[in-house]
């Protein structure tokens, strides 16, 4: 079974940056489709960022799209989420997640369709 630890969550002010970091233990990130997703209190699971398995093919939600980048980086066998231009409104517990076999053949913007997920890390954006 894959073990997800997320890291690089803080307190940041409006306008800056964090890396959330994702790393994983029994399991090759490279041979799942991996997500990044944010709870934020009183509100639903949604969904950030996606890399597809094998190809560098991603995926963003609206919000994500031109401030946040996902990158896998295979010899470390992380998958990192890089923030700019945070905003208060992106403050959130933010979890990976991975897809594994049989792999979802549908949007992979949703928690169901992902099957291991880690502890989540808190990001706070301070106005």
């Known amino acids: 079974q894959v073990v997800l630890v997320e890291s690089g969550g803080g307190l940041v002010q409006a306008g800056g940056t964090l890396r959330l970091a994702c790393a994983a233990r029994?399991?090759?990130?490279?041979?799942?489709?991996v997500g990044w997703f944010r709870q934020a209190p009183g509100k639903e699971r949604e969904f950030v960022a996606g890399v597809l398995r094998n190809v560098d093919i991603t995926d963003y939600s609206d919000s994500a799209r031109s401030r946040f980048t996902i990158t896998r980086v295979e010899a470390e066998n992380t998958v990192y989420l890089q923030m700019s231009s945070l905003k208060p409104e992106d403050t959130a517990i933010y979890y990976c997640?991975?897809?594994?076999?049989?792999?979802?053949?549908?949007?992979?913007?949703?928690?169901?369709?992902?099957?291991?997920w880690g502890q989540g890390t808190q990001v706070t954006v301070s106005s």
């Open positions: 029994g399991g090759m990130l490279v041979r799942y489709n």
């Open positions: 997640a991975v897809d594994v076999p049989p792999y979802s053949r549908d949007s992979r913007r949703t928690p169901d369709e992902y099957d291991s």
